[in-house]
Nanobody, 120 residues
């Protein structure tokens, strides 16, 4: 059993910053790519940023230069630092990880989501 738990969402004014965290726990053998997705009302879930176990990153064009993804492999944790937030960043943000559990093949796991609202 593997669980992903996000934290750090909330309400922030335009131009402000938030830092999201996601901790993976359970019977984990290894974690490959970890990432953040978001889904706004009426929209499909979209990739925001992802990072491999080796530290390679990729970002959605809409967040490049404003968001930074990082991870602490020792803590099975991924972070998303969000700066210069805009109202269009408002969404539920979901953590995702490619996890190989002990005694199992690799699978994708999702967190429960954390709400980010950017509004004055």
């Amino acid at each position: 059993q593997v669980q992903l738990v996000e934290s750090g969402g909330g309400l922030v004014q335009p131009g402000g910053s938030l830092r999201l965290s996601c901790v993976a726990s359970g019977s984990i053998f290894s974690i490959n790519t970890m990432g953040w997705y978001r889904q706004a009302p009426g929209n499909q879930r979209e990739l925001v940023a992802a990072i491999t176990s080796g530290g390679s990153t990729n970002y959605a064009d809409s967040v490049k230069g404003r968001f930074t993804i990082s991870r602490d492999n020792a803590k099975n944790t991924v972070y998303l630092q969000m700066n210069s937030l805009k109202p269009e960043d408002t969404a539920v943000y979901y953590c995702n990880a490619d996890v190989r559990a002990i005694g199992a093949i690799g699978s994708k796991y999702w967190g429960q989501g954390t709400q980010v609202t950017v509004s004055s």
